[in-house]
């Protein structure tokens, strides 16, 4: 089998060549560098399409996330349709749910509020009136995707354990999903193997808090950490750095039970197991 990948130098990219190189052909496509109508989709079978605009430090307007996020992923699917592409794996992300959430899962009503929730969101809806019985459209949204080298809030926790022995986060009880990029990219393996089409949500099987999340890369830095309370810390954060404080104390469980009953899918490695890997700096 023949895949035409997109966005093959980021992160999720990247790790699912390297996670499948052995099963499958890769054909690499760059949104910056190549025209789409010059690919050549002969002997393609799915087109896997990693590349987008994430969140940015400073906001590009909402224009620029519809350009890279909808107008050409929508394109590159009504080509690869065209030409015979049986199948189009779509990564989208749980920002399309919007915000405020506690507990999410395939069902819950989708309401963006981002620039790029709302792009992707507005990708979803174009795709998948493409799909039909010779052009399967499947939609992944996973969470915050870790693992080595992985970009985001538990790297960031990971160099704060490094640099500091006291932490103010102890008895924090919040339930955060996460997704191991292993996970992830079994996952997308499923998906393809099954020809399977629709929405899926990617996570690994157990929530972590940020207390919990703390610990266990501690323990795999092999660190001595103090957690300690300090009264007012979570108030004067929620007041100076708001969204430092809803990753830090608040709550938003990912339930992917459809998916994985839909594929019969059981994730080959526990968060445990996703953690060392990322600390060890092991590739899945």
């Known amino acids: 089998m023949k895949l035409l990948l ?43 399409h990693c ?6 430090k400073i906001e590009y307007p909402y224009e620029k996330y519809h350009e890279i996020n909808v107008v050409y992923p929508v394109r590159l699917a009504q080509l690869a349709k065209k030409n015979g592409v049986k199948q189009l794996v779509f990564i989208s992300t749980i920002a399309v749910y919007g915000e405020d959430l506690e507990e999410l899962d ?5 309401n963006p509020v981002s620039p790029y929730g709302k792009s992707k969101f507005e990708a979803e809806k174009q795709l998948l ?11 992944i949204r996973p969470p915050m995707v870790y693992g080595n080298k992985a970009p985001g809030n538990i790297d960031s926790l990971v160099r ?13 009880e919040n339930k955060r999903s996460f997704v191991f990029i292993g996970n992830l990219c079994h996952l997308v393996d ?62 938003l469980e990912v339930d992917n039970t459809i998916t994985k009953e839909k594929l019969n899918l059981q994730n080959p490695y526990s968060v445990e197991e996703g953690i060392k890997l990322m600390i060890k700096g092991e590739k899945a």
């Open 6 to 48: 997109t966005g093959s130098s980021g992160y999720i990219g990247s790790n699912f060549i390297n996670h499948s190189k052995s099963k499958y052909g890769f054909e690499h496509f760059s949104l910056l560098n190549q025209k789409i109508e010059g690919i050549s989709f002969k002997k393609i079978d799915v087109v896997l």
């Open 51 to 56: 590349a987008a605009l994430v969140h940015q």
């Open 106 to 110: 395939e069902n819950t009503p989708c």
């Open 129 to 139: 009136e493409l799909n039909d019985d010779s052009f399967r459209v499947s939609i």
């Open 160 to 172: 704060l354990v490094k640099k500091l022995p006291i932490i103010p986060l102890k008895g924090i």
């Open 190 to 251: 499923s998906i393809i193997e099954q020809k399977q089409s629709g929405i899926f949500l990617a996570s690994d099987d157990e929530p972590l808090s940020t207390t919990k999340l703390i610990e266990l890369i501690a323990k795999n830095l092999e660190k001595k950490v103090y957690l300690i309370k300090i009264p007012f810390f979570e108030s004067l954060l929620k007041l100076l750095k708001p969204s430092f404080h809803k990753r830090l104390y608040e709550s």
